[in-house]
């Protein structure tokens, strides 16, 4: 399974950006799907993720500030990011959490997409 995750780039302090990620392969069905984001020097950390059925868990630092979404028919999520911060700056990936073909439970992660908050 491969997640292709796209959308980042620069925008100012205060300005917005849409991430999505889109899986593809061989999936019965995705439990989970999920943001992490890793900035320069610090560990990989979780941003938001959502289930199938559509509850959301998101860190504390992006509470309010970003939405997490997405079509269990398109295997597609999005992580929509308003009010950036310069300590949003860092490279984000998306996950999946997934049962393939042959239902074999397996975590996949997409090639990251890099965000840089700065004016």
């Known amino acids: 399974v491969q997640l292709q995750a796209s959308g980042g780039g620069l925008v100012q302090p205060g300005g917005s950006l849409r991430l999505s990620c889109a899986a593809s392969?061989?999936?019965?069905?995705?439990?989970?799907m999920g943001w992490y984001r890793q900035a320069p020097g610090k560990q990989r950390e979780l941003v938001a993720r959502?289930?199938?059925?559509?509850?959301?868990n998101y860190a504390d630092s992006v509470k309010g500030r970003f939405t997490i979404s997405r079509d269990n028919a398109k295997n597609t999520v999005w992580l929509q990011m308003n009010s950036l911060t310069p300590d949003d700056t860092a490279v984000y990936y998306c996950?999946?959490?997934?049962?393939?073909?042959?239902?074999?439970?397996?975590?996949?992660w997409g090639q990251g997409t890099l965000v840089t908050v700065s004016s």
């Open positions: 959502i289930t199938s059925g559509g509850s959301t």
């Open positions: 996950n999946a959490d997934y049962l393939s073909g042959t239902l074999d439970r397996s975590i996949s």
């Open positions: 392969g061989s999936i019965f069905s995705i439990n989970v």
